[in-house]
């Protein structure tokens, strides 16, 4: 082997993972899944016009959810979802397949505390 000096190549580099020590800092909440998006839009969209839902408030209500999914969290999105059905704006077969496409379309993402 020539040219090894037997030296590691690490230098200054700590052998215990530095990402380990702060994880406490760090908790997982379920997000909307970016990548999926036009797919979460399609099946959101399939499963509103079977049910007959008015196409205004289909788009309104379609941006709300995911708007509250990929930025607050899933369990914000199914709150909203609740709500809007006891408001009588939506069907619970409606309510529960949103909520089922959510929890289909889920990824947990690491925030800090």
């Known amino acids: 082997m020539a ?4 030296k590691s190549k690490y230098k200054g580099r700590s052998t215990v993972n530095d990402h ?3 994880s406490s800092e760090f908790t997982r909440i379920a997000m909307l899944n970016q990548r999926k998006l036009l797919a979460f839009k399609f099946d959101m969209k399939e499963a509103m016009n079977s049910k007959g839902l008015d196409p205004a408030l289909m788009t ?3 941006a709300s959810v995911i708007a509250k999914g990929s930025r607050q969290g899933i369990h914000d999105a199914k709150d909203f979802v ?3 059905e006891s408001e009588g704006y939506i069907s619970k077969d409606v309510g529960d397949h949103v909520c089922y496409l959510l929890d289909r379309y889920t990824k947990y993402q690491s925030q800090i505390v």
């Open 3 to 6: 040219g090894y000096s037997g």
């Open 20 to 22: 380990n020590k702060r």
């Open 60 to 62: 309104t209500f379609l």
């Open 82 to 84: 609740r709500q809007t």
